[in-house]
């Protein structure tokens, strides 16, 4: 979910453990939707994406759930690796404003080795 | 290799004193974005440009400007009239059509002296 202020919602996994990270968006017009993987000091890793006409994507070792009744998306990464441990965002594009993404505020996850 | 290049990786500005992010991109993409992104939170859209010659204002615009001569270059200038220009700036690019993923660059990160 989201929170406000400065303090990200914190997801601690052991490795080897799946990780679901969840994410409530905002415009119900949304069509597009990406996660994005985001390391310290660098920019957003794009990691998968879909369109509203499906409710489910998979990719290697990760799986995008779409649930538009109740806007919310989902991020399973599975057999969470020490490598995955980042902030994780997801993005709606309204298709307005020439592709404009709206981020959310983001996860962090820490993997234990 | 393709890629979105950001530079300087570190920037410091003076009181009073305009200061200039280079982007530059070779993936041939139309379209390209800057975000800023503050301490645990999301990136906010500043300016975006869909073509040469022609740009937008985001959500946070005042006290910068952009410049779109250049396909692959898409320059954003943090003038003096932005009060607290201490963040993370990021640059992105896409085709710019509907459902497609945008590519970001590493970031520069803009300190007051």
């Known amino acids: 979910g989201e929170s406000v202020g400065l303090h990200l919602p914190t997801l601690s996994v052991q490795e080897g453990d799946n990780s679901i990270i969840n994410c409530a968006y905002s415009n119900s017009a949304s069509d597009y939707f990406i996660w994005y993987k985001q390391e310290s000091g660098k920019g957003p890793q794009f990691i998968i994406d879909?369109?509203?006409?499906?409710d489910k994507r998979q990719g290697q070792r990760v799986t995008v759930l779409l649930n538009k009744t109740v806007k919310h998306l989902s991020l399973q990464i599975a057999a969470t690796q020490p490598g995955d441990s980042a902030v994780y965002f997801c993005?709606?594009?309204?298709?307005?404003?020439?592709?404009?993404?709206?981020f959310g505020q983001g996860t962090e996850l820490s993997v234990k080795p | 290799d393709g890629g979105i290049t950001q530079s300087p990786k570190y920037l410091f500005r003076k009181e009073g004193q305009n200061v200039t992010l280079s982007c530059e991109q070779n993936l041939n993409h139309d379209a390209m974005y800057w975000y800023r992104q503050d301490p645990g939170q999301g990136l906010r859209l500043i300016y975006y440009?869909?073509?040469?010659?022609?740009?937008q204002k985001g959500d946070i615009a005042e006290g910068y400007s952009v410049s779109r001569e250049k396909k692959e270059s898409f320059p954003l200038t943090v003038t003096s009239a932005q009060k607290n220009p201490t963040a993370f700036y990021l640059c992105a690019s896409s085709l710019g059509q509907l459902s497609q993923p945008q590519h970001f660059g590493d970031g520069t990160r803009l300190s007051i002296l």
């Open positions: 879909i369109r509203s006409n499906m």
């Open positions: 993005a709606e594009n309204t298709g307005n404003q020439g592709g404009k993404l709206i």
């Open positions: 440009s869909q073509i040469v010659n022609d740009f």
